[in-house]
């Protein structure tokens, strides 16, 4: 504890006298400091024992010593020390009264007492509060130390609790809470979710803090870089002291150390699952299961999903979006203890192979369209797949992917696509050339006014080959419409028969009509 007047009042060596603010003596002393100016507020910062002879004050006169004690406690003063002996035999009673009704501690300083003495004994007092404080946070770093080499994360939050006499939470880069103590903090620490994710959003390291005088928190971003790698939260009812502090920042530098080596073994744990998921496309799976032991659980046994993610196209400011969406989908694995395999390949590609039904699939999903106006990604998600067929499952994604592309959508299943329709896949620009060029030849023939070769066409395609049908829709006789077909195949210089051919005018219809529009 630092120095206080009653601890001051109490020292043997200053026989000091207390003469008035009595139930003011628990204030702590930052300095003792010596003013013979009337006015010497413009140079207190708040928190001193001012001391003084009186030598310019007037201190029989009851309105200036109102004055001075009021000017002194708007400016911080803690307490007034009196030098009787020197220029008044005793304090006047107008100081006295004065501080007695403003609340002022005042002590008598006897003659005997310099006042180099009281200075001496202060800054002894916030020396040795000091050393205690260094001493004390010491203690804890070499107490969390142990715990984080023995136990982890979540003894060095719990050690740390203990030592602010408070509570403690490890957050993760979602804002998940990874470790809480004691135990109830745990609920407290959820809903403070929120402030950690603005956290993230300041460069680290970064720092915040929320709550009121009961339940003052304080939250501290974890991360060597830049970028956010977690946060810590720490709550007490009061401003944390300097032992306090020390805590803090030891436990901050151990759970960065703790969080940027996880990271390397996550690493290291990537380059092997990058390994795996090669050999499981490469139709390789019991290598595959072999390379990766008891890492991947049963992840590469059970249905699973294959995601590409891409990022979309256009410039974006912040972070990239690819890492921030594997951290999100490693978080959810975790939260909801299953096994993700996430694979990057360079800065624009991710691919993700996880559980079917799992939460990983769902954070995608919501992710996708929460980045969906921001265009951050575009992914594309497999059916549910095997070990055996993980080449097709990749294809799959790679095509659900293009179509997302096309169509400017976030994220598409391919199971979409085989419930759908061919038609929105015609909506590309290779496609619609191709169209284009393949019946140009009947579009200016149809312009100079000798026939309606394009509507014909399309009528006896649609009615697949049925003349009278086919004539009945374009109201012609079947003979017209014959010949209309005939001078089809002389302009195209292909023949109707071949179904390969009507396959292609059809699409090729399709994709220049008005009945091609995106679904």
Not at 172 to 179: E, F, I, N, R
Not at 276 to 289: E, I, N
Not at 296 to 303: E, H, I, K, R, V
Not at 455 to 478: E, F, I, P
């Amino acid at each position: 504890m630092p120095p206080t007047l009653a601890s001051l009042a109490q020292h043997s060596a200053l026989k000091l006298t207390v003469c008035a603010g009595e139930d003011r003596l628990d204030t702590p002393v930052r300095w003792a400091h010596v003013s013979e100016l009337a006015d010497p507020v413009p140079y207190m910062e708040g928190g001193e024992l001012l001391l003084t002879t009186a030598l310019t004050l007037d201190a029989e006169d009851p309105e200036a010593m109102r004055r001075y004690v009021r000017r002194l406690l708007a400016a911080g003063v803690v307490g007034l020390g009196f030098a009787v002996g020197v220029n008044y035999e005793d304090i006047p009673s107008a100081l006295v009264d004065a501080a007695g009704a403003e609340g002022l501690p005042l002590l008598a300083v006897p003659r005997r007492t310099p006042f180099l003495a009281i200075s001496k004994a202060v800054s002894a007092a916030i020396a040795a509060d000091q050393y205690r404080a260094v001493t004390a946070g010491f203690e804890a770093q070499r107490e969390m130390t142990r715990a984080a080499l023995a136990e982890g994360p979540d003894a060095v939050v719990a050690r740390l609790a203990a030592h602010v006499d408070g509570w403690a939470a490890l957050y993760d880069t979602s804002g998940t809470v990874l470790a809480a103590s004691p135990e109830w903090a745990a609920r407290r620490a959820a809903r403070l979710t929120p402030d950690v994710e603005r956290l993230r959003e300041r460069p680290a390291p970064a720092s915040a803090v929320v709550g009121g005088t009961d339940d003052r928190v304080e939250l501290q971003s974890l991360g060597t870089g830049r970028r956010v790698r977690g946060a810590l939260a720490v709550g007490t009812g009061a401003p944390l002291g300097t032992a306090e502090r020390y805590a803090v920042h030891s436990a901050i530098a151990l759970l960065t150390l703790t969080t940027e080596r996880s990271r390397s073994l996550q690493e290291a744990e990537g380059r092997l699952g990058a390994a795996v998921l090669r050999m499981m496309l490469s139709g390789q799976p019991d290598h595959a299961r072999a390379v990766a032991g008891d890492l991947y659980g049963g992840l590469l046994d059970a249905p699973f999903r294959l995601m590409i993610a891409e990022t979309a196209s256009g410039e974006r400011e912040g972070e990239p979006p690819l890492p921030v969406l594997a951290e999100e989908l490693e978080s959810a694995a975790a939260r909801a203890g299953e096994t993700v395999l996430t694979v990057p390949e360079g800065e624009d590609r991710l691919l993700v192979l996880a559980g079917d039904g799992g939460a990983v699939v769902t954070a995608c999903e919501a992710y996708a369209e929460r980045e969906a106006e921001e265009a951050g990604v575009v992914v594309g998600l497999s059916a549910p797949a095997g070990p055996i067929a993980a080449a097709a499952a990749y294809k799959q994604a790679e095509q659900a992917l293009s179509v997302a592309r096309r169509r400017g959508r976030a994220l598409v299943e391919h199971e979409d696509l085989a419930a759908g329709s061919v038609l929105p896949l015609l909506a590309d620009d290779a496609v619609r050339a191709f169209a284009d060029g393949m019946l140009r030849a009947l579009y200016e023939h149809d312009a100079t006014g000798r026939g309606d070769l394009v509507a014909s066409l399309r009528a006896w395609l649609s009615r697949h080959g049925q003349w009278d049908a086919a004539a009945a829709d374009l109201g012609v006789h079947r003979h017209t419409l014959r010949y209309r077909m005939r001078r089809v195949e002389e302009i195209l210089g292909r023949s109707l028969d071949d179904p390969d051919v009507r396959m292609e005018l059809w699409l090729a219809l399709k994709a220049t009509g008005a009945d091609t529009e995106e679904r």
